[in-house]
């Protein structure tokens, strides 16, 4: 059999540190993005998601480190809150994008509409001159996902799209994912959404030691995954902290004793006190 394509990295960052005021969000997060790849980004409130993606499509900036994106690649961004122009029909909402991206295909305001026309039937709309104060959370969800996807991106971020989505649309955007030729970081707190949908899965979080945890495949992995992870770390604590109190034993010792211990296995004392300090506090 022949062997499996190789994938480009469209987008990646490293070593990425931010904080929000006086508090840490994330330091020294590194990812990189694959062509056509899934990446559903999860972890605990608080750990820095929506920022990281912001960072990511360039509205906003990091403390430290840096993101790289392939030349001439195309980002599109759905944030959680929309911002469509009152009173814009659907149309109007998607031509008047459409014709700012400057997509090579598109020359005049009529291709943009025709562009725009097709998206949204696309998207399941059929009354293009509806305007947009009169949609319901789930068609306002819709169409902002739709816009951007319209502006044929490689790679598409989107901040919990699942938010105020029906059932028929979760389904929608379920395979708008599938077979929009982009590649995609979702951040969603949607399980079902992460066991259909996500191809690989990356958990923003203190507790691993490089800020990260990143696993192939779907939620049932990667809950399966952490859990030898976070197994491996707890018995390397326990092993670890049976080290320090001997150590301890040893460093005790009378002014005599003391005279003969090495330097280094004193520094390798401290050392493993340290690590066993940081496990601590990750798990």
């Given amino acids: 059999p022949s062997p499996p394509p190789i994938m480009a990295v469209a987008l990646s960052c490293k070593d990425l540190s931010k904080t929000f005021g006086s508090r840490l969000?994330?330091?020294?997060?590194?990812?990189?993005?694959?062509?056509?790849?899934?990446?559903?980004?999860?972890?605990?409130?608080?750990s820095g998601k929506s920022t990281l993606l912001?960072?990511?499509?360039?509205?906003e900036t990091a403390d430290q480190g840096q993101v790289s994106a392939r030349r001439g690649l195309r980002i599109a961004y759905v944030s959680q809150q929309d911002n469509f122009t009152p009173g814009d029909t659907l149309l109007a909402a998607l031509t008047k994008p459409l014709?700012?991206?400057?997509?090579?295909?598109?020359?005049?305001e009529h291709e943009a509409e025709l562009a725009a026309e097709m998206a949204l039937e696309r998207a399941g709309f059929t009354d293009l001159t509806r305007t947009v104060d009169g949609l319901s959370g789930g068609q306002r969800k819709?169409?902002?996902i739709i816009r951007e996807v319209a502006k044929q991106p490689d790679v598409l971020l989107l901040d919990e799209p699942t938010n105020h989505l029906d059932v028929e649309g979760i389904q929608w955007l379920e395979?708008?994912?599938r077979t929009g030729g982009f590649a995609s970081i979702i951040v969603t707190h949607d399980r079902a959404f992460l066991e259909t949908t996500a191809s690989r899965i990356v958990e923003l979080s203190s507790a691993y030691p490089k800020r990260t945890f990143s696993v192939e495949g779907n939620y049932s992995e990667f809950l399966r995954r952490k859990q030898e992870f976070?197994?491996?770390?707890?018995?390397?604590?326990?092993?670890?902290?049976?080290?320090?109190?001997?150590?301890l034993r040893w460093l005790s010792r009378g002014a005599k004793a003391r005279r003969t211990k090495s330097k280094s296995r004193i520094d390798a004392s401290f050392e493993r006190m340290d690590e066993l300090s940081q496990l601590r506090s990750r798990n």
């Fill in 25 to 46: 969000l994330f330091a020294e997060v590194s990812l990189t993005l694959e062509d056509r790849e899934r990446l559903a980004l999860i972890g605990p409130n608080g």
């Fill in 54 to 59: 912001k960072i990511l499509a360039g509205t």
């Fill in 99 to 108: 014709l700012e991206c400057k997509l090579a295909s598109i020359h005049d």
């Fill in 230 to 247: 976070l197994d491996g770390q707890a018995k390397m604590e326990a092993s670890l902290a049976n080290q320090v109190r001997e150590d």
């Fill in 175 to 177: 395979s708008l994912l």
């Fill in 142 to 144: 819709r169409l902002a």
